[in-house]
């Protein structure tokens, strides 16, 4: 039953951020997947506390793995499109595609580093 409530406040705030976040929107939202990668989108947001504590792993995973796996950050706050594109029903989540372009794994909620590691091993990625 929580979380139903924790899914419905969400989406009242994606609702509540989509009329705030308009103007925002106009900026690019990168193509995901990225062809011929291995890819890992963060779908979430900047003002998001889950979120917040996974930003700094996406950062040093895009620095660690420049060039060998693509990694995408899409505040859907800001970008409120993306949000039933991806079929998203709570933030943060995670999508992993394989080479192929193919979604390989879907995660609800904050993922740790580690997790995030053993995804990309098992999709061939050192």
Known sequence: MRRGWVVFLLLLSLIGASSSCAK?????VPEVPVKGMVTMVDLGADRCIPCKMMAPIIEQLKKDYAGKAAIVFIDVWK???????FGIRVIPTQIFYDKSG???????????????LKIFAKLGVN
């Open 79 to 85: 970008h409120p499109k993306e949000a039933p594109k």
């Open 102 to 116: 193919a979604e390989v794994v879907r995660h609800e909620g904050f993922l740790d580093r580690e997790s995030i």
């Open 24 to 28: 925002q929107e106009e900026s690019t």
